[in-house]
């Protein structure tokens, strides 16, 4: 979580999406990212979207990494939020 915008990648995911993606959440809105941190389904504020694309593209290595062990019904790790001053 950072800026008030919840990240979450669903283990097993990959039954109903065959994209890599994960999921956002700020107040009312959510939205599926790809790993290149653009929405391919729902909507999101373009303020959000603002801190959740530079995160996306910092962390892709350990996006592709936890993609890999929730497709294979393991635990993924936490990765680190979008820090001030980062971007």
């Not at 999406?17 to 107040?27: D, E, G, I, M, S």
Request: proline share 5%; aromatic share 18%; with cysteine.
């Amino acid at each position: 979580m950072f800026y008030g915008i919840l990240i979450k990648m669903n283990w097993c995911d990959n039954d109903k999406h065959h994209l890599p993606h994960f999921h956002a959440y700020y107040n009312e809105f959510e939205a599926s990212f790809d790993f290149d941190g653009e929405i391919i389904a729902g909507s999101f504020p373009a303020r959000q979207t603002a801190f959740v694309n530079p995160w996306t593209l910092l962390h892709q290595y350990e996006l592709n990494a936890n993609w890999k062990l929730a497709i294979e019904g393991e635990q993924i790790f936490k990765i680190n939020p979008l820090q001030s001053g980062v971007y």
